[in-house]
């Protein structure tokens, strides 16, 4: 049939391609996670550290995956540099734990964000339709989630064009919301003591912790427990940070690749770092860091406590009263609507990229009739909305940002490798600041791994387990390519 292509066209510009990495980073992220954040390290200017961290890892990452993109400006993306570097096996493993959690997963947790706000507009939404125990709850949101997942796959099944203009318009209004956030909330806030009440111990970290009755626990953190409550909070940071590699997948749809690749991985990641810095100073200017959880209004919950962890909601009432929270969660879910077009955009070429070299179903090699691989982009949607399910949203976050950070490792790792194994490969761009900047990030990045798996044990497992589970399915199902 004429229909079944399988060669992707190149369309795509600079532009579309800054657009893909930074629209992928900011969904919803940014307007929730600062209140786990606040909780677990307590003081404005750890806070703020790590988000700076973040931000530097971040673009470490982005400026290293330069050096692969120029070398295989190819659709896969990150799928393909691992396999060049360590082989069919770990390359299947990394695209099992995309397929499986990373990409899915992360789709399916910013999903559930995306019905969490709309629920601020229809309140009905948080009905349950029915429940198993009180392990599992169904609810409308739930229902909202998958509706969201599917219409967006739909969207994209009709060409890279319409996932394109969906992109760019969603990623504008998202930078739109974030900067009137900052702007307006430092105008507001900075007329107020609250920012300078803020940083007047801003080094004093604690770890505050609410009881089951409703009393709360406050512990000092010094020293190595103060490391350790800083490493495993930066989870929720990196989560916010993650998805900026999604470009990479879509290579083969990208014009000039060698340059427009790199260029863009580091414009996206630098844009998203600096504007989400800035908006956690308008939270601290807006907010008091400290609250109580029993508190009925903004300002008395502070960013502790935020309503259901809205943090970037309850900054915005701070603005311009309760109108305002309808405003920020009519943006925020244009944004994490405009984050999970991008994903699933980008997720489905990295399957195609796999089904062609034999370690994905088969039939998502073929490109319908507007050359998208629509087979591949409707099994992501079907894992996608499973995870909707049966997954919770911490969890989701967990899994699918300790396995990325692994790979995100091995990926970087593999800069080295190919350095020794192919020292006269062609390199348009090479790896910013090599070596100092790429092992710098690795050991950092190694350190972060080490301690979420100290501190969050089982759920750090789970996401090792959930790779280690891809090596039978490797030997047993793959095809041997000869």
Not at 175 to 186: E, K, S, V
Not at 443 to 467: E, H, K, S
Request: aromatic content about 12%; glycine content about 8%.
């Amino acid at each position: 049939m004429s229909e079944n292509k399988t060669e992707l066209k190149r369309s795509l510009g600079l532009i579309d391609a800054t657009s893909l990495v930074a629209g992928s980073m900011i969904g919803s992220g940014i307007f929730i996670v600062t209140s786990a954040m606040a909780r677990d390290i307590g003081s404005a200017a750890w806070l703020l550290v790590i988000w700076i961290v973040t931000g530097l890892i971040t673009v470490a990452a982005a400026l290293s995956y330069g050096e692969l993109a120029g070398m295989m400006p190819n659709a896969g993306g990150q799928f393909v540099y691992i396999q060049r570097a360590y082989g069919r096996l770990v390359s299947f493993l990394y695209g099992w734990t995309v397929f499986t959690v990373i990409q899915t997963g992360v789709i399916a947790a910013i999903a559930v964000t995306f019905a969490n706000y709309a629920a601020i507009f229809f309140p009905v939404l948080d009905e349950t339709l029915f429940s198993v125990g009180s392990s599992f709850v169904f609810s409308y949101q739930k229902v909202l989630a998958i509706f969201s997942i599917v219409l967006l796959t739909y969207i994209n099944t009709k060409g890279v064009q319409s996932g394109k203009v969906v992109q760019l318009v969603f990623t504008s209004a998202k930078l739109i919301a974030l900067f009137a956030l900052i702007i307006l909330g430092l105008y507001v806030g900075l007329k107020t003591d609250i920012l300078s009440d803020n940083f007047a111990n801003m080094w004093e970290a604690s770890k505050t912790v609410v009881n089951p009755d409703g009393t709360v626990t406050v512990t000092k953190l010094v020293g190595t427990a103060l490391l350790g409550a800083a490493g495993a909070t930066i989870i929720n940071s990196l989560f916010s940070s993650d998805a900026w590699n999604n470009v990479t997948f879509i290579a083969g749809e990208i014009k000039d690749p060698k340059k427009n690749i790199p260029r863009s991985l580091f414009l996206g990641t630098v844009i998203v770092t600096v504007v989400y810095v800035l908006a956690n100073v308008a939270y601290l200017a807006l907010l008091p860091m400290q609250g109580s959880p029993s508190a009925s209004d903004a300002l008395s919950n502070g960013i502790m406590f935020a309503n259901n962890d809205r943090v970037g909601a309850a900054a915005a009432s701070m603005i311009l009263g309760n109108v305002s929270v309808f405003v920020m969660a009519g943006l925020i879910m244009v944004s994490t609507f405009g984050c999970n077009s991008g994903l699933i955009l980008s997720g489905g070429r990295l399957f195609f990229a796999m089904a062609k070299d034999g370690l994905f179903f088969r039939q998502a090699t073929e490109l319908n009739k507007n050359q998208v691989p629509a087979k591949a982009l409707w099994v992501q949607c079907i894992w996608a909305c499973v995870l909707c399910i049966s997954g919770k949203f911490g969890d989701l976050l967990t899994y699918a940002t300790f396995a990325s950070l692994l790979f995100y490792i091995l990926t970087i790792l593999g800069v080295f490798i190919l350095r020794k194994k192919e020292p006269h490969a062609d390199r348009p761009y090479k790896a910013f600041g090599y070596p100092f900047v790429p092992a710098l990030y690795i050991v950092v990045t190694v350190a972060i791994c080490l301690t979420l798996l100290i501190y969050d044990t089982f759920n750090t497992g789970l996401g090792l387990a959930i790779v280690a589970l891809g090596i039978p399915v490797y030997y047993l199902a793959m095809p041997k390519k000869q």
